[in-house]
């Protein structure tokens, strides 16, 4: 039985719409952020030195970062599904977008919300900021195009790990001049295998209405 080690909303809720997805079946281990601070309780430290999550547990190991956790869980549970046939270009598109959530596309979004707590001394970053923010979600959507998935239009874990990138850019406003990520966050929002995770773990602070 995995163990998902949960922060509410956070990037691990693309971990459980994953086991949702495969059917694997897991348990969720609650945390909550501290109401003050927005950050993870000292708890988490107890399951992983840095104290944060996702984390998951299978059999005694202890696996962390999403991208890893993923990529584990696809390829221990996954039985062929949403994963691209190794040694294909498609794998090796699919390799890239686990990869570019967290190392590229996540990072100017952290910056902006950690410098928002500088006030006025951060104003001379800010621009960078929201121009690589836009840079990555342009770049992002241009590639997504007209198709529902990222690699060969079929649902993998590319789309699990960029779940957050669409959701928050979203619902920071960026869908106006990305139509077509709005709708790809919509419409994994919409899986029956989503609105599950959800469901056990509400409230979300990066659902979409309706």
């Not at 970062?65 to 599904?81: C, L, P, V, Y």
């Not at 794998?91 to 006030?119: I, N, Q, V």
């Not at 406003?173 to 995770?197: D, E, M, T």
Request: charged share 20%.
């Amino acid at each position: 039985m995995i163990i998902v080690h949960h922060l509410n909303n956070s990037r691990s809720q693309r971990i459980l719409w994953l086991l949702e997805e495969l059917g694997t079946p897991y348990e969720i281990k609650h945390y909550s952020r501290d109401a003050v601070t927005n950050l993870a309780p000292p708890e988490l430290k107890a399951v992983h030195p840095l104290g944060k999550s996702p984390v998951i547990e299978e059999s005694g190991k202890i696996i962390f970062e999403s991208a890893a956790i993923t990529d584990w869980i696809i390829r221990k549970h996954g039985n062929g599904r949403l994963m691209p046939t190794p040694g294909t270009d498609a794998h090796e598109d699919y390799l890239m977008w686990l990869h570019f959530a967290e190392g590229s596309a996540m990072t100017p979004f952290l910056l902006a919300l950690y410098t928002a707590r500088l006030g006025e001394a951060a104003a001379p970053l800010q621009p960078r900021i929201q121009e690589q923010i836009g840079a990555h979600v342009a770049y992002f959507s241009q590639c997504l195009g007209g198709n529902d998935w990222l690699v060969n239009n079929e649902l993998s874990g590319a789309d699990i790990m960029m779940s957050f990138i669409a959701e928050i850019a979203t619902v920071q406003g960026l869908g106006a001049h990305f139509p077509n990520v709005a709708a790809y966050a919509k419409r994994l929002q919409s899986r029956p295998a989503w609105i599950a995770a959800a469901a056990k773990t509400e409230p979300y602070n990066f659902r979409l209405p309706g």
